[in-house]
């Protein structure tokens, strides 16, 4: 081999070196400044992110079908066919020879790619988790709360839930249904509350339902924010009383608002003040669903099935199916993803985890305190 022939593999190998340090640099540099600045993180999330949703987040809004989901299963067949491919190479000389070459390349071109996609999470997501509260945009400030205020917000969340379940659509069996797709009352529920608190204006794209929902309820998972598409995926498989408060949680991450709990909450208040009366309902019903989550730890039990026993029938009917459903799905699949959730969060700044999900009865107990 020539000294011609021998060079271009050492200089694309130290490119690589030099491209990957300098990517992996910067996302540290960035991530490490945002969280010891909450002041270049809340900056970030209001003049630089928001190129990513109106890009991005515009161009794949125009398909109707998840990109994430369907990069997910080109990258899983081109996988596959790579090492039938490699395998069949295997028994001719020539091949041998250019299949060594390639393996040499390879981890090369594969860190590259791995860097990339640090760095793009990086500036699509992770700075963001280190952002100023939905809090301080919509004037209240959470703090711990008493017994007595959590029975009260309960009583407040079932009177909203009384005064919608009439308007609501319902199916053959009796339970809530969906009377039309939640496309574009998600958009129109965010863009409202956007004009409200102006920290939530901005673009919003169109959620989209993943076509391999099933395996999404293996993995008891709702709906996915993709940092690398811009997308709102929701779990088109699950009970319909969670699907207008899911596709607005996932939007909520689309205005970088990363924490769990403040995407809850932004879920929350963007049913609420929507239009449809199946949007106000399933944001009554999972904020109730949360409030009865922490009765449960401080309540009595005979005061807490009162409670529940409060509820109207059409929610405890919608309960029980939720219930039902997701006990289908329960096995070392949903525990598995539950452990990765809690681990991704809490690298994220999330010490609580998955735990993370319930602290908006946190922001909800501080919203309705001078009601």
């Avoid at 491209?19 to 003049?47: I, M, N, P, Q």
């Avoid at 809004?61 to 067949?77: K, R």
């Avoid at 393996?103 to 860097?115: G, I, K, Q, R, Y």
């Avoid at 598409?229 to 596709?247: C, L, V």
């Amino acid at each position: 081999m020539t000294k011609n022939e021998q060079t271009p593999p050492r200089k694309r190998i130290r490119c690589s070196a030099i491209y990957c340090s300098a990517t992996l640099f910067l996302a540290a540099l960035l991530l490490v400044t945002a969280r010891a600045d909450g002041v270049f993180a809340e900056w970030y999330a209001l003049h630089i992110f928001p190129v990513f949703p109106h890009t991005l987040g515009r161009l794949f809004s125009l398909l109707p079908f998840s990109v994430l989901e369907l990069l997910l299963l080109t990258l899983i067949l081109g996988l596959i066919l790579a090492l039938l491919y490699c395998l069949t190479m295997i028994f001719s000389r020539r091949a041998r020879a250019w299949l060594r070459r390639w393996l040499h390349m390879a981890p090369a071109v594969l860190f590259c790619a791995l860097c990339s996609i640090v760095l793009l999470f990086t500036l699509s997501c992770g700075i963001n988790y280190s952002r100023a509260s939905i809090a301080a945009y919509v004037g209240i400030e959470a703090g711990h709360y008493s017994v007595d205020e959590l029975y009260r917000l309960f009583q407040i969340l079932n009177a909203q839930m009384a005064e919608v379940v009439t308007k609501i659509g319902t199916d053959s069996s009796g339970h809530f249904m969906l009377r039309e797709p939640p496309r574009q009352p998600a958009r129109a529920a965010m863009q409202e509350l956007g004009r409200r608190y102006g920290g939530l204006a901005g673009y919003y794209p169109n959620p989209k339902p993943v076509f391999f929902s099933q395996a999404m309820s293996w993995l008891h998972i709702t709906g996915i924010y993709s940092p690398f598409t811009m997308e709102a995926n929701y779990n088109r498989d699950t009970p319909h009383s969670g699907i207008p408060f899911t596709t607005c949680h996932e939007l909520a991450h689309l205005n970088g608002f990363m924490r769990e709990d403040e995407a809850n909450f932004i879920g929350y208040l963007a049913c609420l003040n929507s239009d449809s009366a199946d949007f106000r309902y399933s944001g009554a019903f999972l904020a109730t669903i949360y409030v009865l989550n922490a009765l449960h730890d401080v309540a009595p039990r005979q005061e807490y099935l009162e409670l529940y026993g409060a509820l109207p029938e059409q929610t405890r009917r919608d309960m029980q199916q939720n219930a039902a459903y997701w006990q289908r799905f329960a096995g070392p699949a949903a525990q598995l993803s539950q452990d990765v959730n809690d681990a991704y969060l809490k690298m994220n700044d999330q010490p609580e985890g998955v735990a993370s999900y319930g602290r908006m009865v946190d922001l909800l107990l501080a919203y309705y305190s001078d009601f």
